[in-house]
Each structure stands twice: as C-alpha cells, then as structure tokens.
C-alpha cells in the first residue's frame, strides 16, 4: 500500500500570540518551527500501517526552502521519500488542495493519509477540498484505522459528539486524523544522521502546472480585544439568581 502523507511546518503552538503576530507582518525572530502535531500523527499512523505489511509512506510538503530543517525531522521519523513543492507566495487552501491534487495523480497512492488540521490557522479545509477535487471517498477525524486485509477498504472510527462513528471507506481514500488515533515516535539520533543526508524530490510552484485561483484571501491579523468586567462573588444558588435577575440575564 502507498500512503501519501501531507506535512505542514507551522511556528511552535507554545509560541505567544503576539510573536506569532509579528512573524504575520515580517518578523519571524523568536519563533521556532515545527511539523504540524496532527500532521506527525498521521505520519505515524502510516508507518504503522506500513509496518504490519508492505507499502510506501511518501512525504509531501508545500513549503519554502527554509523549512527542510523540519521536512527532514519529519523524514527521520521513517518516510520512504519526500517531495517538497516551494510556492510562489502565499497559497490558500483551494490552492494547496490543487497542488496536493498533482501529486496525487503522479503518485497514484492507495490512502492519503493528513492532520486534521493545520495548529496555525486550525482552518481543517484541505482535505475535504482534496477529496472533492479528486472524487474520493473522505473519512475525519479518525481515532482509530483498521485496514482490510485485502487492502481494498478502511474501517474508520471516528469522535462525534454523542460517541463514536464508524465508517467503512472504499479506497483510494482521504482520511484525516484526530488527536487520540496514536501517539508519535520520536526519530532516533542515527535516523536523524541518515535524514540530514536523504535525497528530496524538490520542486518549483511552476512545475506542477496548477491553475487555480485563491478563492479565499486573508486580510490580516490582530490580537483579541483586553476582556473586561470583574468577578463577584455570591454565598448561595439564591443570591445569584438574584444577581442575574438585576442584570436582566434571566
């Protein structure tokens, strides 16, 4: 089985908003960078699946040259290949799902398997995009995967609010991962020694020949509004219903 797995760099989550602000405007210092959380979980997922039997994982990432630092921890985690697409300015999200869409079509893979989202804009638009792009079935949020054993379907858990929703999906299938389906591997030292040295299928905007236009744009960034208000306290169930009678919220 071949499973394609997307990976996003993303500034670290424990990065403070206004940093993460000023990164927004030019200013990157004090920011460190790393693999997408969900996206390492899905990564690890297909190793797995990988491992109860024959197949390929194969990393694809749509980022600036910058960041192999990270596609390469990434790599090290046990990829097969990688190829990463180096855009020409920002691309939006009907964007990226069209590149992903090129790639798909030259790799031919049995399972894309993606984070449920991006921690930076926490958007979880691609892979539903993806999946209509290309006319396959799509399973979100999986907590939990179990492959047939004639690699021809998925069985796919999944969290909803009042419980777990199972679904059975034909492949080739976009399957998007949730935060419990495993917990990811670290890279040994030798893996991230080998990593530093592996070969990466890089690659130009232009070369995949999309065309597609951004039909969403993001105008920019602030920071929330400073909250308001105090905190009163009140000595039983009486006295606040009192309270939110005065303030006519009941």
């Known amino acids: 089985m071949k499973i ?106 049995d399972l894309v398997l993606m984070g449920k989202q991006a921690t930076d804009d926490d958007a979880s638009q691609v892979g539903a995009i993806l999946a209509e792009m290309l006319g396959w079935p799509q399973a979100t949020y999986a907590s939990e995967i179990t492959v047939a054993d004639d690699q021809s379907k998925l069985t796919v858990a999944r969290e909803v609010d009042d419980g777990i929703e199972v679904l059975e999906v034909d492949l080739p299938a976009i399957v998007t991962t949730d935060l419990r389906l495993n917990e990811p591997r670290y890279a040994t030292l030798p893996n991230l020694i080998k990593a530093k040295r592996a070969p990466i299928d890089q690659r130009k905007w232009g070369d995949l020949g999309v065309e597609a236009d951004a039909l969403t744009n993001i105008e920019g960034y602030e920071l929330a509004a400073e909250r308001g208000g105090a905190v009163t306290m009140v000595e039983d169930a009486k006295a606040l219903v009192d309270l939110l009678r005065e303030q006519k919220a009941v």
């Open 4 to 109: 394609l797995v997307p990976v996003k760099p993303v500034a670290d989550p424990n990065t403070k908003a206004s940093t993460w602000l000023a990164a927004q405007q030019g200013t990157a210092e004090g920011i460190t960078f790393v693999i997408n959380d969900f996206d390492l979980i899905a990564l690890e997922e297909a190793i797995r699946i990988r491992e109860r039997g024959e197949g390929e994982v194969v990393l694809v990432s749509i980022c600036a040259p910058d960041m192999l630092t990270q596609v390469r921890s990434a790599i090290a985690i046990g990829a097969n290949r990688s190829i990463v697409v180096e855009p020409d300015g920002e691309k939006s999200w009907f964007q990226i799902a069209a590149a992903l869409r090129t790639i798909v079509d030259e790799e031919q893979p």
